[in-house]
């Protein structure tokens, strides 16, 4: 079964504009990390942002925030004021807590495209 | 900021031929990751490593193997490569902390073509 879930293949946001892409997860697990990397076309995955499934707060980092709904399992990433230079895939991606030697689960990742 | 580099952006090799793939960071980090991706299947783990010598599996370490001699550097190694071998090859490392909090910080990927 797919533990992140992606549903939006591809997304368009005019530059300027905040943006929303979506996230649910599946875990059994009380104690998760989700996390959202941004891929270019360069290649490189750059970390985003990180929120604990204790946090209470949304985490925020600059103008990427994190929808949390616990009970919803949802971890939606939103962009604020969309830049040229955020035209990139996204992958939500989960660690769970006693899932101690294994690796990160990845979503199959949004596409975004920015508009001018 | 973490710092990790790959060897080589692009890579071009024929079938057979023995392949290293370099992987470098430069923060301390224990441990270190090897994930492919590919369209369609995404990231997938093929060996990662929690210290020097240490190497564990991950979901696909068939055709591949790992060496870490150094604490800095985690090297991917296709001993006989494939063209179902063809893939991006990105490398992680992460400072160990507890499991849901570790954030792993990537290099900026091989593309690899075997011929």
């Known amino acids: 079964a797919q533990k992140i879930t992606q549903t939006q293949p591809g997304m368009f946001v005019q530059e300027k504009e905040a943006v929303t892409l979506d996230c649910t997860y599946d875990t059994s697990d009380p104690s998760y990390g989700l996390f959202w990397y941004k891929q270019p076309s360069s290649g490189e995955m750059i970390f985003l942002i990180y929120?604990?499934?204790?946090?209470?707060q949304n985490a925020t980092e600059g103008r990427y925030s994190l929808n949390f709904q616990k009970a919803r399992k949802s971890a939606n990433l939103v962009i604020s004021a969309s830049q040229l230079g955020d035209s990139a895939m996204y992958f939500c991606?989960?660690?769970?807590?006693?899932?101690?030697?294994?690796?990160?689960?990845f979503g199959p990742g949004t596409r975004l495209s920015v508009l001018p | 900021d973490v710092k990790v580099t790959q060897s080589s952006r692009y890579l071009v090799k024929r079938t057979g031929e023995k392949v290293f793939l370099e992987c470098v960071q430069d923060?301390?980090?224990?441990?270190m990751f090897w994930y492919r991706q590919d369209p369609g299947l995404g990231l997938r783990l093929i060996y990662f490593?929690?210290?020097?010598?240490?190497?564990e599996k991950g979901d696909i370490p068939e055709g591949y193997s790992v060496s870490r001699e150094k604490k800095e550097r985690f090297s991917l190694i296709l001993e006989s490569a494939s063209t179902n071998q063809t893939s991006m090859y990105l490398c992680a490392s992460s400072f160990p902390q507890r499991e849901d909090q570790e954030t792993q910080y990537f290099g900026p990927g091989t593309r690899l073509l075997v011929l």
């Open positions: 923060m301390d980090h224990e441990n």
């Open positions: 490593s929690y210290d020097v010598k240490m190497k």
């Open positions: 929120q604990g499934s204790y946090d209470q």
């Open positions: 991606a989960m660690r769970e807590g006693d899932n101690y030697g294994q690796n990160f689960v």
